[in-house]
Structures are given as C-alpha cells and as structure tokens.
C-alpha cells in the first residue's frame, strides 16, 4: 500500500498570502493518479486538482498542482477567505489511498 | 447535473449491521464506478472499496474484507454499502464518490453529502 505523508499539518496563513501544500508518496506514483481535495467543515470533499495537475470544473487559477514521481505539491496563489479548509491528496491505485490532510488556517 | 444523494444518519449496538445508500442522478449509473470512503470525528479520509454498478465486481480494502458488502439495484440508480459486525470505532461520516477515469487519469469527481454512522451501546 502507498502512504501519503502531508506535510505540514497545519498551516497558519493570511488571505492574500501564498500556501505551499506538500504530499509525499512512500513510492512512485503515477501523476495521472494524483489528486486533491479541498474539505470544510461540515461538508463532503470537493475535487480540485487531478492528474497532479489538472484543475477540476469551477476552480479558480489561483489553485495548482504540480510535481512527479513521490513528490507532490498543492499552491494557492493567493488565499482567499473561503480557501481556509483542510487539503487531501490521494493517489488512486490499488488500494486507494489519502493523506492525512494539511490544515490551511487564519493566522 | 450529477448528484448523489445518501440516506439519513443511523444509530446502531456494537455487533449489528448498517446499510447506507447512495442514490444517483444526472449521469448513466452503470457508466461510473462507485467508492465509499469514510471519515471518523477530527480524523482524515478512509477509503473502503469500489464498486463497478454494471458488472457489479468490487474491491475491498483489506482492512473491512469479510465485513463490507457493496451491492447495487440499477433499476433504481442505487448503490449501497453494508458494514457487520460494528464496534465504536465504526462510527463515521460515511461517503459514496463516483470514481471517473477519462484520458488515462482517476479520480473522485462527484461525492453524496455523507451518513454519519453511530455505533453505541
């Protein structure tokens, strides 16, 4: 099974700041596989990011995925107040399976 | 547009079984698979299996093999998911996401609102 290790787990930004989000695999894993989601209290996870690169349907540019390999990594341009939330990545192989989040919270 | 739509929150004794449902709309059911993953209080995503709703073939996570069951009525465009045998550390928000794979990538693209799941004495 791939562990998806987050890094870091919490982190404490202002709006109109840029948010660096890591996702570290325990082995290779295909970008086409790679994904992220943004969840908030309250709510089901929403899909941001696929293919580790690729914006879903609806989000903004300010949000981007990038990296290969075992080394992923989530950037938000520039926070907006509705994009303080907890972030996923997951890789979807054979037994899926997520991370354990990154905390993006208001300093 | 795509929706899925689960049942309403349960109350269950240590030792019984729970069957959430997932209802689908707005797409072809049989063309998607459909995943359930669960999340305890403060906790992250736990992913419990898959489902294909056309064949009916699924996938289990090793660690619910032998107390999940996932089944399907696509006359009705539902999914379901069965959990035995539950202990307090049972209880969750349960979710079904539909698992799309277009141009060699996957992902969860649409999720229901999530069953919470209590199990208590």
């Known amino acids: 099974e791939i562990v998806l290790t987050q890094s870091p787990g919490t982190l404490s930004l202002s709006p109109g700041e840029r948010a660096t989000l890591s996702c570290r695999a325990s082995?290779?894993?295909?970008?086409?596989?790679l994904a992220w989601y943004q969840q908030k209290p309250g709510q089901a996870p929403r899909l941001l990011i696929y293919?580790?690169?690729s914006r879903a349907t609806g989000i903004p540019d300010r949000f981007s995925g990038s990296g290969s390999g075992t080394d992923f990594t989530l950037t938000i341009s520039r926070l907006e107040p509705e994009d303080f939330a907890v972030y996923y990545c997951?890789?979807?192989?054979?037994?899926?399976?997520f991370g354990q989040g990154t905390k993006v919270e208001i300093k | 547009q795509v929706q899925l739509v689960q049942s309403g929150a349960e109350v269950k004794k240590p030792g019984a079984s729970v069957k959430v449902s997932c209802k689908a709309s707005?797409?072809?059911?049989?063309?998607?698979?459909i995943n359930w993953v669960r999340q305890a209080t403060g906790q992250g995503l736990e992913w419990m299996g898959w489902?294909?709703?056309?064949?009916?073939?699924?996938g289990y996570a090793q660690k619910f093999q032998g107390r999940v069951t996932m089944t399907r009525n696509t006359s009705i465009s539902t999914a379901y998911m069965e959990l035995s045998s539950l202990r307090s550390e049972d209880t969750a928000v349960y979710y079904c996401?539909?698992?799309?794979?277009?141009?060699?990538?996957?992902?969860?693209?649409?999720w229901g609102q999530g069953t919470l799941v209590t199990v208590s004495s």
């Open positions: 996401a539909r698992g799309i794979a277009v141009a060699g990538t996957r992902r969860f693209d649409y």
């Open positions: 707005g797409y072809t059911f049989t063309s998607y698979d």
């Open positions: 489902m294909n709703p056309n064949s009916g073939n699924t």
């Open positions: 082995q290779s894993v295909s970008s086409s596989y």
């Open positions: 293919g580790a690169s």
């Open positions: 997951q890789q979807y192989g054979s037994p899926v399976t």
